[in-house]
């Protein structure tokens, strides 16, 4: 007999299979004391063992792009960061620790401090766990922690995957992804998006599912089915073996025209995205030029940088976002340490007022190679708060020669005075991942907050809504770089809102299009007035899948 659980829809598509659970974590070793004539022996395996691990993060990061190499890049910086080996040797010289305890206790350490400067930050905490595992299980001579390798397709079963491990997923082996833990804006969840994986998190009950047992997941609707009907198997088997195409032109039923983009952070990723067909790039991450660097790279080196994308895009849009550090992602040369809230602290745009110098560099840089290609370059700044922020932006922008200058907003701030912000500003674009975190108070790493940590938010879409009335006010163009962007379910309902380009990963394109291909503007706008009339995110969603219901399983979704 059938069971079904439920949990967060966060990559959709339909997947079939047998279930495989990740291993058993490595095991916290004993404390065992070295003899004195062992403790060099003792750190010369430490180090050789940190810098093993080191180097496969670096080689694994180098081998994926967009999203998947960004956290690769922080999980492998911190293997690379000398602290935790550093302090590992320490326990090892003053306390005779073995190396693997001494690796532990010094990451326990680690973690703590993390934990008490809350998020970002705190999210890093995981990230120094699964490099502490894999430092351990090298010096102990055991199975790294890691997705298993059974030798056929399976649905993976975990509690939460680190995103060492989700970045390398094989979409041909890996059907499907199943998290107890995790939420909606996870690392799980945006690189099972990228990747093109069905996803369900932060599901109950997941712990429960064995190794062999049949699994069913809708990453749509959110639903896992344990022991399925052979039939159901064989449908969802079926659906997964043909891939739809984008015919590079968004639109809906009527002929409106909603442009569809891609989210790029690198070289790579713009292949992929000319690939998938997208219109252009509506979110150009610009850190992969800074970060792991100790010091800020030369404008040369950007311009370089930065032509290698906008090149892959003649005559087409390209929205450049510029830097966004701090937060989760500091940079010695920009962001301070020992900030108390650092997700609250100076990052984004904020860091210019201390190191101006930094922006007006990568402008001159970004203006330098939008010269020297033919890419219809826009510029827009992250954590954006204010209209006074906007003025001196888009003022700087001009001062390089870049007229079309526009914000990213995420702040609610931004969304409630966003007349005030479009009066300034050429255009802007929603980061709804942000947006929805500060919105609900919500941190969108934690599982335990999966159903606040939803762009389905009445909240979020109200200010959704009241972003795009500031913006058509001013005759200003509104789109969504965020992660919703990738929902094809909300996709309708943003545009009804009176959102007019979405940028996504390049795999989400084809399911975004199709969706709104079949239905009409004023459609769309009844789409919104529904899900803005339920007063919690689930019954939102599910009011605009019962009216769009042929529609998706038409498409499968």
């Known amino acids: 007999m059938s069971t079904t659980l439920t949990g967060a829809p966060v990559s959709p598509g339909r997947a079939a299979g047998p279930a495989v659970t990740m291993p058993d974590p490595v095991p916290e070793p004993r404390t065992t004391r070295l003899a004195s004539d062992d403790v060099e022996a003792a750190v010369e395996h430490l180090t050789a063992a940190a810098a093993a691990v080191r180097d496969d993060l ?69 990230d120094v766990r699964d490099v502490r595992d894999r430092i351990v299980a090298e010096l102990i001579g055991v199975r790294p922690p890691g997705v298993p390798r059974p030798g056929h397709p399976f649905v993976l079963v975990a509690d939460d ?35 093109g994986i069905p996803a369900v998190v932060a599901v109950r009950g997941a712990a429960k599912i064995s190794d062999g047992e049949t699994v069913l997941l809708d990453g749509g609707a959110g639903v896992v089915v344990l022991d399925p009907a052979p039939d159901t198997v064989a449908a969802a088997q ?81 929205v450049v976002r510029t830097l966004d550090a701090g ?28 190191r101006p110098g930094v922006l007006d560099r990568q402008l001159q840089a970004i203006a330098t190679a939008a010269e020297a290609e033919n890419a219809e370059v826009w510029v827009m700044a992250p954590m954006v708060a204010t209209a006074t922020e ?53 941190d969108r790493m934690l599982g335990e907050l999966a159903a606040l940590s939803t762009p389905w938010q009445p909240a979020v879409l109200e200010l959704v809504r009241l972003s795009c009335e500031g913006a058509a006010a001013h005759g200003r163009p509104v789109g969504v770089c965020g992660e919703a962007a990738a929902d094809a379910t909300l996709a309708p309902v943003l545009v009804g809102l ?23 503007l004023d459609e769309c706008r009844e789409l919104a007035r529904v899900a803005l009339a339920e007063h919690d995110p689930v019954a939102a969603r599910n009011a605009v899948r019962d009216a769009i219901r042929p529609v998706l399983t038409d498409l499968g979704l």
């Not at 969304?415 to 912000?421: F, G, P, T, V």
């Open 58 to 126: 670096t080689d694994r990061a180098g081998q994926v792009t967009g999203t998947a190499a960004d956290l690769l890049s922080v999980t492998a910086a911190i293997a690379a960061d000398p602290t935790l080996a550093a302090d590992a040797e320490r326990l090892v010289r003053a306390d005779h620790l073995t190396p693997e305890r001494a690796v532990w206790d010094a990451a326990r350490a680690l973690v703590k401090q993390l934990e008490k400067l809350g998020p970002p930050l705190s999210e890093r905490a995981r």
């Open 327 to 354: 937060a989760d992602k500091p940079l010695p040369f920009v962001t301070s340490d020992g900030e108390p809230n650092p997700a609250l602290g100076v990052r984004g745009l904020r860091t210019a007022a201390a």
């Open 238 to 318: 079926q659906r997964e073996a043909t891939r739809r195409a984008f015919g590079g032109r968004g639109r809906t039923a009527d002929g409106t025209r909603v442009e569809l983009m891609a989210n790029v952070a690198d070289p790579a990723g713009a292949q992929a995205a000319i690939e998938a067909a997208a219109e252009g790039v509506g979110l150009f991450r610009t850190e992969f030029c800074f970060l792991g660097r100790s010091s800020e790279p030369s404008v040369d080196e950007q311009v370089a940088a930065y032509r290698r994308v906008l090149s892959a895009f003649p005559h087409r849009k390209v």
């Open 390 to 442: 906007t003025a001196e932006f888009v003022a700087a922008c001009a001062r390089h020669g870049l007229d079309t200058a526009g914000v990213m907003i995420e702040v609610p701030a931004a969304a409630l005075r966003s007349a005030d912000i479009f009066a300034r500003a050429a255009f802007g674009s929603l980061g709804t991942n942000d947006l929805i975190q500060y919105t609900l108070a919500a």
């Open 161 to 195: 995957l680190a995103p060492a491990d989700t970045a390398t997923l094989d979409p041909a082996v890996v059907l499907g992804v199943v998290t107890s833990g995790g939420g909606p804006t996870s690392h799980t969840a945006i690189l099972a998006r990228a990747l």
């Open 498 to 520: 009176g959102v007019r380009s979405l940028s996504m990963t390049p795999r989400a394109l084809a399911d975004v299009a199709a969706v709104l291909a079949e239905v009409t």
